[in-house]
């Protein structure tokens, strides 16, 4: 039936022979739209609701806490389902036959004395109501005994957990109820309790409309912990949501998500998840089968993950907690410098405020060799532990003074002359030795009364070309970064747009691409300048709330007795750097075992090498276990009875009756070897120790990595 009332011509199933149509119809107006075209429908809120009312309860270090079910610290005995079964019936027909011997009167009438003595004479007459009653009632009373004595020795409550109702309510999804509105977060109680009832109502409105993210949720709550802190005043937060509603505290980027996420992320405890706690014996039951997620608190301790090519240390470590650091910093909660190869797979463009393509043409953004300084003696010291700091003693109490005295010696003259510090073509030129530039030093400086910077030319030039003189190793090195590639970075002329780690104040996402292809020293060289500027930087932040991370995607000819020195540093300055690397052997060896303990998370991925497995089995130590020691001894029956009881005991239990002799010892044993290291961790899959920043440790888990 057409909406005029007529019938259509195509039939219908009623009627499936077609009609003649009727005259001509003329064409009725369609509906207006609602809205305009190709816009989508509004979303729904609900989804949103629901991750942000899910429970996150309080679990142990690197539990993914997002919806998870804490499980007890030591696991139950769990008795073989047919032993189960076979011995809750054998004790039922046990309790039936001691019922029945004393129903029939086979073992006396002693257990009916109680009821003698208790109940008067006037009630033992025959037919009485009262005795009737009585009686039955402590009938009632034995059989329950004995079903209760039966039912202890037949384990039936292990029964009814495991396969009655409560094992049935633990798999039947339950229907969560909205928590009252003083504590449902999507009400911003907080927020009401301070006086803001307007900006707490347009969140809540925004949220239910499905207008809010969860990085709105996570920007406006860290915005909110400002004005607690007195950071930002009340009015202005106020004004800003009523302004802009899930949109106010916008990033400087202005964006408020990523173009694409690859991982799971919790914004509201900050987790990103890397995989899942195998069900293994090695790990602690509590971790077993749980989520593995990590946030800013164990970061705070700085991540190591060392593995071969190929065992998924970018696509299953780095990219997550990239990604992860992004979403933070859009909250404005941290800031992140990500290092690797140019397409190493870092996320892409669009996912960072600044990229710096060193050697690429086409690079927006500069790197300032000098780490934003204006120091001689700071600049020096950083640039120094960059171009030598692999080639100093690696031994612990070492250091790289003689290269910064030197470079101190040329900058500080070079500085106060011409206002700013030497390019790579001058510096090399300084370093050098050539007289051209030195004596333009010198004559700039005389006469300026500045003779504390003529003294240290003069040293400098009286030391050059002496023996045990570094400045020729700098300048080798610094010829590194004098190449035609990079002939357009490194500028301090003021001409291009140098990016400096000195930023990290500010919420800011980095990603610096090295030109790994032809330029392999120069990409090591200029790995431990940003990580020398990073430990320099975050150390002299005056807002230390923002969380900064470094992440380093491949840390070979990084690691020198400065870096390792500053890493342990990051955890008191709000601080963390992952790094990676394909073996142990690319560290010193004096240094292996500081760098080891210098990072509170420890990874070794499959495919590890047992050398390598021998250095982390060693900073993992050992723990006290309990050795078990069962020998069994078949028992041969000699007699016709003591064979039928065998044959029921082996269709009952499954097994041979047997004599069995177990001896319990404590032993010592590494939580796990070098061998299991390198030949029991499956593809895909880690060991993983976990530290956060309060002390807190998880010993070592295998964790699968493509969960």
């Not at 609900?46 to 610290?73: I, K, T």
């Not at 009632?137 to 004995?146: C, E, K």
């Not at 173009?259 to 195998?278: F, I, M, N, W």
């Not at 003591?642 to 041979?656: F, N, Q, S, Y």
Request: proline share 9%; glycine share 10%; with cysteine.
């Amino acid at each position: 039936m057409d909406s005029d009332g007529t019938q259509d011509a195509r039939g219908t199933h009623a009627n499936p022979v077609p009609r003649p149509a009727g005259p001509p119809r003329m064409p009725s107006t369609p509906p207006r739209p609602s809205e305009a075209p190709g816009v989508p429908p509004r979303p729904d809120g609900s989804a949103f609701l629901s991750w942000l009312r899910a429970p996150r309860p309080d679990a142990l270090p690197g539990v993914w806490r997002f919806g998870h079910r804490p499980r007890p610290e030591e696991e139950p005995e769990l008795i073989p389902a047919r032993q189960l079964i076979s011995g809750a019936v054998i004790a039922f027909l046990v309790g039936w036959l001691v019922w029945s011997l004393l129903w029939n009167g086979y073992l006396g009438g002693w257990w009916l004395l109680p009821l003698y003595a208790m109940i008067p004479d006037s009630w033992a007459q025959p037919h009485s109501f009262g005795s009737v009653v009585v009686v039955y009632a402590y009938y009632v009373l034995i059989a329950l005994i004995i079903m209760i004595g039966v039912g202890r020795l037949g384990r039936w409550g292990e029964i009814w957990r495991r396969y009655g109702p409560p094992a049935w309510n633990r798999t039947a999804p339950r229907a969560e109820r909205p928590p009252v509105p003083e504590q449902d977060p999507v009400e911003w109680p907080q927020l009401r309790a301070a006086g803001a009832e307007d900006a707490a109502e347009r969140l809540a409105t925004e949220a239910r409309s499905g207008l809010m993210r969860d990085v709105d949720h996570a920007r406006i709550a860290r915005a909110w912990q400002g004005v607690r802190t007195g950071r930002h005043t009340l009015a202005a937060f106020t004004g800003a949501v009523l302004r802009d509603g899930a949109a106010a505290c916008l990033h400087p980027s202005g964006e408020r998500d990523l173009p694409a996420r690859l991982a799971r992320h919790d914004l509201v405890t900050g987790q990103v998840r890397l995989g899942t706690a195998a069900d293994d014996p090695r790990n602690p039951y509590a971790y077993r089968g749980a989520g593995l997620g990590l946030g800013t608190d164990l970061l705070g301790t700085s991540l190591l993950a060392v593995g071969p090519a190929g065992s998924g240390k970018t696509s299953h470590v780095v990219q997550p907690l990239a990604e992860s650091l992004c979403l933070h910093a859009l909250a404005g909660r941290a800031a992140v410098v990500v290092v690797g190869a140019a397409g190493a797979g870092l996320g892409p463009v669009d996912s960072y405020d600044v990229v710096v393509r060193i050697g690429h043409p086409e690079s927006v953004y500069d790197l300032d060799l000098y780490g934003g300084s204006g120091d001689p003696d700071e600049a020096a010291a950083v640039l120094a532990e960059a171009l030598v700091g692999d080639l100093a003693d690696p031994h612990p109490g070492s250091d790289s003074r003689r290269s910064t005295t030197v470079l101190a010696q040329l900058l500080g003259p070079f500085r106060a002359v011409h206002g700013r510090f030497p390019s790579v073509p001058e510096l090399r030129q300084l370093l050098d030795g050539s007289p051209g530039p030195l004596d333009e030093l010198r004559t700039a400086l005389q006469g300026s009364g500045q003779d504390s910077l003529l003294r240290e030319l003069d040293a400098r030039q009286r030391q050059s070309g002496h023996p045990g003189d570094v400045a020729a190793v700098l300048a080798d090195r610094v010829a590194l970064l004098d190449r035609p590639a990079f002939a357009g970075f490194f500028d301090t002329s003021g001409q291009s747009k140098p990016f400096s780690l000195k930023a990290l104040d500010h919420p800011v996402r980095v990603r610096i691409d090295l030109p790994e292809r032809g330029h392999a020293d120069a990409s090591r060289m200029l790995a431990r300048l940003v990580l020398a500027q990073f430990t320099a930087s975050v150390a002299v932040r005056e807002d230390r709330s923002l969380f900064a991370c470094l992440v380093l995607d491949d840390a070979t000819g990084v690691v020198t007795p400065e870096a390792v020195r500053g890493i342990q540093r990051l955890r008191s300055a709000n601080a963390g750097a992952v790094l990676t690397l394909r073996t142990l052997d690319d560290v010193p060896r004096p240094l292996r075992g500081p760098l080891l303990g210098s990072a509170g998370c420890r990874m070794a991925l499959s495919g590890l090498t047992p050398w390598d497995g021998q250095d982390f089995a060693e900073v993992w130590g050992k723990e006290w276990t309990e050795a078990r020691d069962v020998t069994d001894r078949q028992i041969i029956a000699e007699t016709p009875a003591g064979k039928a009881v065998h044959m029921l005991r082996r269709v009952i239990t499954g097994k041979a009756p047997t004599a069995r002799a177990v001896t319990v010892r404590q032993v010592e044993r590494e939580r796990w070897s070098a061998s299991e290291l390198a030949h029991g961790v499956p593809p895909g899959h880690a060991v993983l120790s976990l530290t956060n920043v309060n002390g807190e440790h998880a010993p070592p888990l295998l964790v699968d990595l493509r969960d």
